[in-house]
């Protein structure tokens, strides 16, 4: 079973930066198809904030381009998110999420997420 766990949230004031982890357990993220980080601020859907793929491509929100950038390391089986220039409108709980593809079959799995506070 995989197990992810979300770390490197806080309060940040706007314009500062955080580095989110999500270390993964019970299986290898270089193996998965998909990482990626979503997020969702009260009151509104979870939203997809960035991706990565198991060859390395990535994509984000338009609204975090330029900002924020996904990354992992295969050796400590951790996927990370850098936010920088960090906005009120950021705020939100962050859910790391793993996309496994076996044949036809696409298996997600989630972190219980990290909150992220930024003030103006």
């Known amino acids: 079973q995989v197990q992810l766990v979300e770390s490197g949230g806080g309060l940040v004031q706007a314009g500062g930066s955080l580095r989110l982890s999500c270390a993964a357990s019970?299986?290898?993220?270089?193996?998965?198809?998909?990482m990626g980080w979503y997020r969702q601020a009260l009151g509104k859907q979870r939203e997809l904030v960035a991706k990565i793929t198991s060859d390395g491509s990535t994509n984000y929100a338009d609204s975090v381009k330029g900002r924020f950038t996904i990354s992992r390391d295969n050796a400590k089986n951790t996927v990370y998110l850098q936010m920088n220039s960090l906005k009120p409108e950021d705020t939100a709980d962050y859910y790391c999420n793993a996309e496994i593809r076996v044949f036809i079959t696409v298996t997600n799995y989630w972190g219980k997420g990290t909150l992220v506070t930024v003030s103006s």
């Open positions: 019970g299986g290898t993220i270089s193996r998965f198809n998909a």
